[in-house]
């Protein structure tokens, strides 16, 4: 079993491991562990997608949440595509502040020139222009603080995917 993993610079990294288990196979392990009544680990199963949460009782705002799609590859040989972010509510939020923002520095950089082709006070749409972009990377920043803050919890998710597929039941 061997992990890829993508750049330590993204917000929800990324990995694959291949496996040498077929895809049916895989997708049982899982379900016999996080189906049992002993599992604390929530998680939901649609083909070959699995979402596997954080312990409702452990759970906070920067909770992540583990995605994985199992992809067959051959008869006895399968994919594990791996993602772990924040719960969609979460990222939907942060995705749709960055787009006010995005719009919002666009359509002041258009009044900033305007005002200045017009030879009128541009002083606010200068001061949004400024601003705008401190306040996309305090956004970036605040992202990362909650990557580092949910770390622990994304361990737990790691550990709880490699000891299933390590399992030879």
Known sequence: MEEKKSSEVFLRPRFTIDLDENY???????????????????????????????????????????NMEIVEADENKSTLKGLFGPKPQVWTLFMFIHFIVGISFLIFAVM????????????????????????????????????????????????????????KD
């Open 112 to 167: 900033l020139y305007v005002n200045w082709s017009l030879e009128r006070d541009f002083i606010m749409p200068l001061m949004l222009v400024i601003f705008l972009p401190i306040f996309w990377a305090v956004l970036y920043f605040l992202g990362r603080i909650g990557k580092s803050t949910g770390h622990n919890q994304m361990d737990d998710l790691h550990d709880l995917m490699t000891s299933i597929l390590e399992r």
């Open 24 to 66: 049916e196979t895989v997708i049982e392990k899982f379900k016999k562990v996080l189906k049992a009544k002993d599992c604390a680990y929530p998680s939901r199963f649609s083909d070959g997608h699995i979402i596997v949460d954080v312990p409702k009782k452990e759970e906070h705002f920067w909770s992540p949440q583990l």
